[in-house]
């Protein structure tokens, strides 16, 4: 990992994405701080990420390493930490039945992937496929059944959902800005972990392998 990345690149990546993920647009820009369950979920995926080999946290602090570099390895740590968090945030539901039925698959699945001990390929590709198909959920399917105008999707799942009470499915309606936002701190948030540094594959060799840039 070069002195750039880790100094400025990813620590600004993760602040960015820790703002992102909090913003919504409503009448009015706000932004949410994240529930308790967020922080659960942010630290399981830290562990599996550790688990994976997709991050070895021992690049970043190290006995080994001077004392400002440590300074810079725990401010990559912390803004890691603080991005995964606002992640969940910003793709969970943000209130009612949908909000339970997420946070319990989710926190499900991780624990699944730690008993799993998935390689990094597979956890990054299921990490993705999850939290997009709960942002499909939040910003396509939700948004439709929430929309007062109402529209051709809101009528075509009111027909499918016929017979669910919708007021416990319907959420707090967001201009459509929220949605690209969500969608770009998710691209962040993946770029950032693709430039994490990663552990080695072979245990029998160093326990970390820094990607080359």
């Not at 690149?9 to 960015?16: D, V």
């Not at 401010?75 to 339970?100: C, I, K």
């Not at 936002?181 to 950032?192: I, K, Q, S």
Request: net charge positive.
């Amino acid at each position: 990992m070069t002195r750039a990345l880790e100094v400025f690149y990813l620590p600004w990546l993760f602040l960015a994405v820790t703002f992102l993920g909090g913003l919504r647009v409503v009448d009015r820009v706000v932004f949410v701080p994240p529930p308790l369950f967020a922080l659960v979920l942010a630290t399981l995926l830290l562990i599996a990420l550790v688990r994976c080999r997709a991050f070895a946290p021992l690049t970043l602090m190290d006995a080994s390493r001077p004392a400002l570099a440590n300074l810079n390895g725990a401010v990559v740590l912390l803004t890691l930490f603080a991005a995964a968090v606002q992640v969940f945030n910003a793709v969970v539901p943000d209130a009612g039945l949908p909000r339970l039925v997420v946070a319990v698959f989710l926190f499900l699945l991780l624990l699944n992937t730690l008993a799993a001990s998935a390689d990094r390929t597979h956890v990054l590709r299921g990490l993705a496929v999850t939290l997009g198909s709960t942002f499909v959920l939040k910003f396509v399917v939700l948004a439709a059944l929430s929309d007062p105008a109402g529209g051709w999707l809101k009528r075509l799942l009111v027909a499918a959902l016929d017979g669910v009470t919708l007021g416990t499915l319907s959420q707090q309606p967001f201009a459509a800005a929220t949605g690209y936002l969500a969608f770009l701190t998710l691209l962040l948030f993946f770029a950032g972990l693709v430039l994490l540094p990663r552990g080695s594959r072979d245990p029998s060799v160093a326990l970390i392998e820094v990607p080359s840039l």
